[in-house]
């Protein structure tokens, strides 16, 4: 059988990606496309004990190291027991953020150094990639602003705007490097124009899908 699709849905705080998910959801449901929808930090029921650790407010000032390695160790998890399976069996993976939120916010937000950052991705992952990254762009001012009516923010989102501004410049330099995998959407614009452009998208995804397995 030939194995599915890792696709990810990445973007800053209060990009929409809940939002977003839902209607993503909802459109591979009409087209009965088999997929599953999980997340990360998380996606297993370990994984989601770490993302508690990782995302609970605390005193004692989380090392950016370690914060990176529990993200990984979930990582770990998450592709042994969800993500592979599935994709061995043909499935598509629809995952609320992936490796290029590691980038974006241990490597951009917190400044730990790109190359270790690789280094784990290629311990935890070996050749597993995403065929698809969904970047969701708005400005870190308007996405404090939608996100703002949140009644308990969580350790991320405690950040303030510099943070996601620099956060955000990673996940653009990844999505400019790379625009065969990368579809940046503007999402500053009404939710209906940025749904209709995922609409395209997922359909110009299947179809390379379906175009590479006509070949292969
Ligand atoms: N993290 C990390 O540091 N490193 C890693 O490797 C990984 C993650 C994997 C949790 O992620 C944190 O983990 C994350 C980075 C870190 N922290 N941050 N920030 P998460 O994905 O679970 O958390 P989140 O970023 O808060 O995502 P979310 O819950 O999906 O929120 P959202 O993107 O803001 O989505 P929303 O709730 O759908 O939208 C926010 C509001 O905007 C809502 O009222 C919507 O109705 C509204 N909205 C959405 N779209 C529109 C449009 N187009 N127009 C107007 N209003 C809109």
Redesign the pocket.
Known sequence: MKPGLLITLE???????????QFIRDTLSEQKIPFICT???GGTPLAETL?EL??APRDEPFDPLA?LLI?FAA?AQHIAHVIRPALERGLWVIC????D??F???GG?RGVPMNIIAQLEALVQRELRPDAVIL?DISPQL?LE??G?RAAP?R??R?RCEF?ERVRSVYLERADADPARYYRVD?????VD?QQELKDILARIRARHEGEEAIG
């Open positions: 973007g800053t705080e209060g990009v929409g990606k809940s939002t977003n998910l997340r990360e930090p993302r990782l995302l914060e993200m990582r609320d953020r992936f490796t939120a590691t974006a916010y241990q937000g969701l996405g939608r996100a009516q969580d991320f989102e950040e996601f999402a500053s614009r009404p939710l940025v």
